[in-house]
């Protein structure tokens, strides 16, 4: 039997309460499946404390009514109001900040029922001692897998804080792959904010940059590569596509990333960037490029754990003191993977899943969470999107890493 906490339990009261409220007759809600050209909402973080509502739309509303849920659920209305100062543009970033810590909020774009229904987010507490974050990555090409990933995002109990997409969000980026991946995040992203990681797809296009507020770093449009602060965590986004960006951005990279470490006040630290470092996916187990450039950083300044996708697997490696864990399965083709060196903890081909990790006192508890199994009639290295698929939710790797002194 699944085991739903309280707090889960509070927030489903409240999702079916909004359900019946939106589908009432004459709620005059539209189906944003019919609305061509509308992307959101998705929600992203520029900080502990502010929330940015975002979407796509050429014709918007004129900003974002939200209030606390329990006065919603009481009077049934809205009565705080961020202008949209976006206007005649079609993507927008509305912040919410002054939030209260721990409280469920409701939210719409726009005063009335139209374009889009009401969602609902909850604000951490502050300085939170324990929360949970999910990280997964590499949903291209396949929307429907991407879907099913995401769904099950949703489902989990686990109540995350933020979601982490560890790059290769779409195929290429042009509007029609966006609507699909936004399409395939509808069931998470209007209540759980996305952390997104650059890709090799993503080709550092500006409509990355245009579609996600985030918080500031450096690079281009100062987001290429950003840091933000969450309980005991300091996390690190990087940009590895050191082809696409020059040698002299990925030398600057590198000095951002070490006055990044230097300067982390909190106890663990976390790196997300798109290329493994170590993979057995590699002929020699490594990218030396990046191993040089940034591997003694890690070691240096004591990073704990790294999250990577690109490859579409799933492996856990060890290699002095920090842990890497490659998250490929969101969605695009899978292939095979078995542990060729030593370092290799742990891998598992053919996946789509993702990983569910919880930051408790001074440790960090990491589970890998597979969705479905493609099944694998023939040769190839890779499975396409259309192939059959066992779809079995179960725990496929288990690890505790804890803060040394």
Same mark, same amino acid.
Request: net charge negative; glycine share 8%; proline share 5%.
């Given at each position: 039997?699944? !085991?739903?906490?309280?707090? +889960? ?67 049934? !209305? ?6 949209? +100062?976006?206007? %005649? ?37 502050? *300085? ?14 396949? #929307? ?48 759980? #904010? ?11 296009? *500006? ?11 450096? %690079? ?10 969450? %309980? !005991? ?65 890690? *070691? ?27 998250? %490929? ?63 079995? +939710? +179960? ?11």
């Amino acid at each position: 039997m699944l !085991k739903i906490s309280l707090n +889960r339990f509070k927030i489903l009261v409240l999702g079916l309460v909004l359900f019946f409220a939106l589908t009432a007759p004459g709620s005059g809600v539209v189906a944003q499946e019919e609305l061509p050209g509308v992307w959101g909402p998705y929600l992203t973080l520029t900080d502990e404390s502010t929330v940015v509502v975002n979407w796509r739309a050429e014709n918007g509303p004129e900003g974002v009514y939200y209030d606390r849920a329990s006065y919603f659920l009481e009077k049934n !209305k809205l009565r705080e109001k961020v202008s949209d +100062r976006q206007e %005649g543009e079609i993507f927008h970033h509305v912040s919410l900040t002054d939030l209260s810590p721990g409280t469920k909020y409701v939210y719409r774009i726009g005063q009335s029922p139209g374009q889009f229904s009401l969602n609902y987010f909850e604000t951490p507490k502050s *300085e939170p001692e324990e929360f949970t974050f999910f990280v997964y990555g590499d949903t291209r090409t396949c #929307p429907e897998r991407h879907r099913l990933v995401a769904s099950e995002m949703a489902l989990d109990p686990s109540n995350p804080a933020f979601i982490v997409h560890t790059g290769d969000l779409v195929e290429s980026p042009v509007s029609p792959n966006w609507a699909d991946f936004f399409w395939a995040t509808e069931p998470f992203s209007g209540s759980i #904010p996305l952390f997104p990681v650059l890709g090799n797809h993503e080709k550092n296009d *500006e409509s990355y940059y245009e579609s996600f507020a985030l918080p500031s770093g450096g %690079g281009d449009y100062e987001k290429q590569w950003y840091s933000f602060e969450y %309980g !005991k965590v300091n996390f690190i986004v990087l940009d590895s596509n050191a082809n696409l960006i020059g040698l002299n951005s990925f030398i600057k990279e590198k000095a951002w990333l070490e006055k990044e470490l230097k300067n982390q006040t909190r106890p663990f630290t976390v790196v997300m960037f798109h290329h493994p470092m170590f993979s057995s996916r590699y002929s020699s187990g490594k990218d030396a490029g990046l191993e040089s450039s940034w591997g003694s950083l890690f *070691e240096k300044y004591g990073v704990e754990l790294v999250f990577n996708g690109h490859v579409h697997s799933y492996e856990r490696l060890e290699k002095n003191g920090v842990t890497y864990v490659v998250t %490929g399965g969101g969605g695009a083709p899978t292939g095979r993977l078995n542990s060729r060196f030593e370092f290799s903890k742990k891998a598992h081909g053919d996946s789509l899943h993702y990983v569910r990790v919880a930051v408790k006192n001074e440790e960090m508890k990491l589970q890998t969470v597979e969705v479905a199994k493609l099944n694998r009639s023939g040769g190839g290295a890779r499975v396409g999107c259309n192939v059959e698929m066992d779809v079995n +939710r +179960r725990l496929i790797d288990e690890i505790l890493i804890e803060k040394l002194d």
